[in-house]
Nanobody, 124 residues
């Protein structure tokens, strides 16, 4: 069973930054892809960023490109999402998700494992 635990969310003023963490517990993760999604109130879940665990390839949503950096720490089995220049419209619950296989998908239906989410609130 794979467990993902997000942390790092909170309240930040517009223009500020946050770093979200996703701790992944699994024995072997060399062929997995980890993605970040978000869901704002009244909206569907949308892809934000993703990283291939083995190769380290990264992918970003066009809407947030340039303001995000996704990275991983192999030793800690942790994926980070650094978000800069945050806007009130970035307010959402942010979820970490994982799937076996290193393929890139923005559709959340391709992800098998999900964390509980962490709230990010950006005040104007």
């Amino acid at each position: 069973q794979v467990h993902l635990v997000e942390s790092g969310g909170g309240l930040v003023q517009a223009g500020g930054s946050l770093r979200l963490s996703c701790a992944v517990s699994i024995l072997t993760f060399s062929t997995s892809f980890v993605g970040w999604f978000r869901q704002a109130p009244g909206k569907g879940r949308e892809f934000v960023a993703g990283i291939s665990w083995r190769g380290g390839s990264t992918y970003y949503a066009d809407s947030m490109r340039g303001r995000l950096t996704i990275s991983r720490d192999d030793a800690k089995n942790t994926v980070y999402l650094r978000m800069n220049s945050l806007k009130p419209e970035d307010t959402a619950v942010y979820y970490c998700a994982a799937r076996q296989g290193a393929s890139f998908y923005t559709n959340d239906g391709y992800y098998n494992y999900w964390g509980q989410g962490t709230q990010v609130t950006v005040s104007s």
